[in-house]
């Protein structure tokens, strides 16, 4: 069955702080891997994409890496702000017929 | 240009009774999407329409319907509410089918929060 497993389930963390969110996935086959920003209220917005062959994405202070051997993706926030304050949801690509596989998500929360 | 749009916003039903959900996408993309999230499930996906034909299915009971405008407005149906039903619903749009192939990134509405009691 795919799945798609994201730790920690929430996290709190002072301003100015770094953190990193894991996503492990066991879905097959694999065409990529994105990862969304879901701010209270609102719908989840992309705030990167990784393919098989990428390493690493940086988008600003948001940096995803991808390890397609041990199937393992993490976002790295760097000087986190209060507006990191938010969902984050790691989804992969199947490119089956169910095609996309959500994780339940991290929720962060960023204190003064 | 404009995002999608979701209407309503917010709504409160009573179990038995039924509801219909409408997603306005992007200008000019083709498929349109709907999700469950829910705070123990987080997303879960339940249909996918694409020129108005359904190409994916979730497994959500036959309560759960949608529909796929001539426009690419989209609408959802859920009929004999059950209070598992609250959740709240998002649509998403993109110009491809949804899983894609590539880059293809769906734009999420803000979604509609619906209660039952």
């Known amino acids: 069955k795919n799945q798609v497993e994201q730790s920690p389930q929430s996290l709190i963390i002072l301003e100015g702080k770094n953190c990193t969110l894991q996503c492990n996935y066991t879905v097959s086959p694999f065409s990529n891997l994105r990862w969304y920003k879901q701010d209270t209220g609102r719908g989840p917005v992309s705030l990167t994409i990784?393919?098989?062959?990428?390493n690493t994405k940086s988008n600003g202070r948001y940096t995803a890496t991808l390890d397609a051997d041990t199937k393992q993706s993490s976002l790295h926030i760097t000087a986190s702000q209060l507006s990191d304050s938010a969902s984050y949801i790691c989804v992969v690509n199947t490119g089956g017929e169910n095609k996309l596989t959500f994780g339940t998500g991290t929720q962060l929360k960023v204190e003064l | 240009k404009a995002g999608v749009t979701q209407t309503p916003r917010y709504l409160i039903k009573t179990r038995g009774q039924q509801v219909t959900l409408s997603c306005s996408p992007i200008s000019g993309h083709r498929s349109v999407s709907w999700y469950q999230q829910t705070p123990g499930q987080g997303l879960q996906f339940l249909f996918e329409?694409?020129?108005?034909?359904?190409?994916n299915k979730g497994n959500f009971p036959g309560r759960f319907s949608g529909r796929q405008f001539s426009n690419s407005r989209s609408e959802m149906n859920v009929s004999t509410l059950e209070l598992g039903d609250s959740a709240l619903y998002l649509c998403a749009s993109s110009p491809f089918e949804a899983g894609g192939d590539g880059a293809n990134v769906l734009t999420f509405g803000a979604g509609s929060r619906l209660t039952v009691l």
């Open positions: 990784m393919t098989f062959s990428e």
């Open positions: 329409y694409f020129s108005e034909t359904q190409r």
